[in-house]
């Protein structure tokens, strides 16, 4: 790519972000997208952030988006300034471009910068930045300082931090932080609300119409799309404060534990300053030092930066692992220089001498002899503290501030022509390469969709070998065999054990399930499945399999050995209908072509498929579930190899002759990691295009009247069934609510339902609607959100004991037996939460035998 192409902005719509929120932004098509298509987070090729010199073009400049980009207007944004103010007030951006306005180059660096080094190492809750997770800006605006005095008549004495959130919509609601105020009063630290981005107004990416300019922080401090400014004597409560942004000790090796510990509030591992960092832009990664003459000389070129308006004193290259060094050119302009090409650095001349909030750029010329005996070329830089980087890498569980040193590897290559070849230690996102791929160490929390390597598994010489027509036979829950990667198992003993139940086995049972579990299952899952390992398929069973291939159309899903009293039992016309067969295969996956997708909220979307055979019913039993399955995305050079599948179960909303509905939340990349990997595809699904279903699956189904079943237990009758339900977690709930009102004898049922916002209550209208219909002596609601309106009526807060001992069972005493609860919502919810609350108020007998998870 040459120079004129790199400053050239983009002037089309990237294909990636058509139909999804951000279709409205302009982005170059060059950026390394390092989360899928959406939301947005991305850096520019390492190449061309060094070819564009000391200020990063717009277009170029690294960006870190947390959910959708909120389309705002100058004209209608406006800023509140709130809490510990001796004159809270609203602003406008007419009131913010009144001011004086100064303009100052800044680098703003990702905490996660160079992250997917220590991601080759170990992997960490955050996605893979590469070494381009740093960039430079002229930005214009005015102090926060002036504006809090101008127009909030200055700060209370009790004030101790500022806090600031975006109006941005993501899973948590608007990003936030907070720093402290000694911090946002100095003229030191020179932090600004921002307007301009290199003489142009914000784009949409870097928080038009305004955004918090923080120098020498972490990118994480500087908010976008900034609404609120608050005072406040206690740090910001936004969850991205204190879920987000941190380096613990290295004794904390999963975000669980963080929790568990409880790690996170810890405020002496919350991220600031930057540290000191340096990278090799030049030679870049695959690149060929041709030998034609030794005698020449080599450039090596990459950037440095530092925190605290610190200035970085020397960059120094090493071809020897560190035994000597060299000392490099650094090229850090004045900032007033730097800053007149689009604005004016305001201030004493004393003052404008004294900032140091942007990189160096470095540059050495070596001798290529020098090069040829080399077999790495590294870099450290110093700051006037004395501050250098560590040679070694040091992992932590958000993968932040790694700054130990850029190694670039160099090798003698004799073919094609004689050459040094330079490699880097890795590429960004989901770019292959790098040396450090073959450092990969696997481990537990390794991403679901990876494939194990096979030929590490047990498999002694002396197995015995299977057709798959004798596998076929066992295909009961007391004799169950399945087939991964040609391995035969019995995985009889494991049913009772299973986490997703002895059905999420049963169905794959007597098949070939390679697909299906490497698309579920971890590495530590592939580890325990040796356990069972009995046999190997043989090399002649690929005839096409008669069980598989043909489920018997006549056996009737909605049939229960154990049922009782079943003359009286009702399902809900929306699900069963006896007269058609069933759409769903237990054992055949089928294609459902998406019909249409609906936002309900900025994550939460209502998907419908609908599927061949207008007047087919869905065949799924009341609260009972599917699975869904669709190809993983892969790179431009992934696209030789098989895709593989990624695979997850849901719980349909609503279902009818020939249709099906689904309400499912998308994880976007959050607490920098990369997000939902299905959620992410799903959401990227169009309109006409088709995903694989099979089902049903599931332990428990409601059979009508308060009658329920559990796998390998007895059908049993309640007359009052309590509900708990976070987020989407509504959905088997409402499927049960819906057959519910269709009883001659229904239960009495409760529902507590809690999520964040009152957006994030879906169905709600539809399940005050049911109660209207029920009345509220049979059918009880609550509601609990977390960061809930002004007017909110019901639940605040968290989910309490005296909420259970309150809205759980609140139609009268009924003895244990009569009692059921469903719980469904996040791991976290149902195990730190529900359970133990329930234990707290029912007794750990109850709890322990009348609770179930779906």
Not at 394 to 420: H, Q
Not at 499 to 510: E, H, N
Not at 517 to 526: E, Q
Request: some cysteine.
């Amino acid at each position: 790519m040459d120079e004129s192409t790199i400053m050239k902005p983009p002037t089309t719509i990237d294909p990636r972000d058509e139909n999804t929120p951000d279709a409205f932004v302009l982005r170059d098509s060059s950026m390394v997208r390092l989360t899928g298509k959406h939301p947005f987070n991305a850096e520019a090729p390492l190449k061309s952030l060094e070819k564009a010199g000391y200020v990063t073009p717009n277009h170029l400049h690294f960006v870190r988006n947390h959910g959708p980009v909120p389309q705002l207007t100058w004209e209608e944004h406006r800023i509140e300034i709130t809490g510990l103010v001796n004159s809270p007030t609203t602003i406008s951006m007419d009131d913010i471009a009144s001011m004086t306005p100064t303009t100052l180059p800044v680098t703003m660096v990702c905490a996660g910068n160079r992250r997917k080094e220590q991601n080759m190492v170990k992997q960490s809750i955050g996605f893979g930045w590469g070494a381009a997770g740093a960039s430079t800006a002229c930005w214009s605006g005015v102090y926060l300082r002036d504006v809090i005095n101008h127009f909030g008549g200055g700060l209370k004495d009790d004030a101790k931090y500022i806090c600031f959130e975006g109006v941005d919509k993501t899973s948590k609601g608007g990003y936030g932080t907070s720093i402290a105020a000694n911090r946002v009063m100095s003229d030191h630290y020179d932090i600004m609300l921002a307007y301009k981005m290199n003489g142009e107004l914000l784009p949409a990416d870097h928080g038009f119409p305004i955004r918090v300019i923080i120098p020498g922080c972490i990118g994480g401090r500087s908010v976008k799309w900034l609404g609120r400014i608050e005072a406040s004597d206690s740090e910001s409560t936004n969850p991205f404060h204190n879920g987000d942004n941190k380096v613990f000790p290295t004794q904390v090796k999963s975000a669980e534990q963080a929790t568990e510990e409880k790690w996170w509030p810890r405020p002496e591992y919350t991220l600031y300053d930057l540290n000191v960092n340096s990278v090799i832009s030049t030679p870049n990664h695959d690149e060929h030092i041709m030998l034609h003459n030794l005698q020449e000389t080599y450039t090596a070129r990459g950037y440095a930066y530092t925190g605290g308006n610190r200035r970085i004193t020397r960059v120094e290259i090493s071809l020897d692992s560190g035994k000597t060094w060299l000392l490099a050119t650094l090229h850090c302009p004045p900032s007033q220089q730097i800053a007149a090409a689009y604005g004016q650095l305001t201030g004493p001349g004393y003052y404008q001498a004294s900032r140091y909030w942007s990189w160096t750029l470095w540059h050495v010329d070596l001798e290529v002899a020098d090069l040829v005996r080399a077999d790495e070329m590294v870099v450290r830089a110093w700051d006037e503290s004395q501050n250098t980087q560590p040679e070694n890498l040091t992992w932590n569980l958000m993968g932040m501030m790694n700054n130990c040193w850029f190694r670039v590897k160099l090798s003698l290559e004799r073919e094609p022509s004689l050459a040094i070849r330079c490699e880097h230690p890795t590429l960004a996102g989901p770019q292959p390469g790098g040396w450090m791929a073959a450092l990969v160490k696997k481990d537990d929390n390794a991403d679901i969709s990876t494939t194990p390597d096979t030929t590490t598994a047990k498999q002694p010489s002396s197995l015995p070998t299977f057709t798959l027509a004798q596998v076929e036979m066992h295909q009961k829950e007391d004799d169950c065999w399945i087939i991964v990667h040609d391995l035969v198992y019995d995985c009889t003993p494991f049913m009772k054990d299973h986490p997703g139940g002895a059905s999420s086995i049963l169905i794959t049972a007597g098949t070939d399930t390679t697909e299906e579990f490497d698309a579920i299952h971890s590495s530590k899952a592939h580890n325990m499945l040796q356990d069972y390992l009995i046999g190997q398929l043989s090399s002649s069973s690929s005839e096409h399999s008669s069980t598989t291939s043909s489920l018997s159309s006549s056996s009737n899903a909605f049939s229960h050995p154990d049922t009782t009293n079943s003359s009286t039992i009702t399902l809900s016309s929306s699900i069963n209908n006896d007269d058609h067969t069933p759409f769903l295969e237990p054992k055949k996956w089928k294609k459902m072509t998406l019909d249409s997708k609906q936002s309900l909220s900025p994550t939460i979307r209502l998907f419908r498929f609908v599927f061949d055979g207008c007047n087919q019913p869905l065949g799924l039993p009341i609260g009972q579930h599917v699975y869904l399955k669709m190809p993983q995305e892969q790179t431009d050079r992934q696209q030789q190899t098989q895709p593989k599948s990624i695979m997850r179960a849901y719980t349909p909303s609503d279902s009818g002759p020939g249709f099906v509905e689904f309400i499912i939340k998308v994880y976007f990349p959050d607490h920098q990691q990369p997000g939902g990997a299905f959620t992410q595809l799903l959401d990227k699904l169009r309109i006409g295009e088709t995903i694989d279903v099979k089902g049903p699956l599931g332990e428990y189904e409601y059979l009508g009247d308060g009658h329920y079943s559990l796998t390998r237990q007895p059908a049993r009758h309640v007359q009052h069934i309590g509900m708990i339900a976070g987020g989407t977690g509504i959905t088997p709930m409402w499927q049960i609510l819906d057959a519910i009102q269709h009883d001659h004898n229904p239960p009495k049922v409760s529902l507590i339902y809690c999520a964040r916002h009152y957006e994030d209550l879906v169905l709600a209208k539809e399940i005050l609607e049911l109660q209207r219909v029920l009345g509220t002596h049979m059918f009880h609601v609550r509601f609990i959100l977390s960061r809930p309106g002004n007017d909110w009526e019901h639940g605040k807060g968290r989910l309490t004991a005296s909420e259970i001992s309150e809205h759980l069972f609140p139609h009268g005493t009924l003895c244990d037996n009569d009692k059921m609860v469903l719980l469904c919502g996040s791991d976290t919810m149902i195990e730190h939460c529900c359970k133990p609350l329930i234990a707290q108020v029912m007794g750990d007998e109850f709890a322990l035998k009348n609770i179930f998870v779906f």
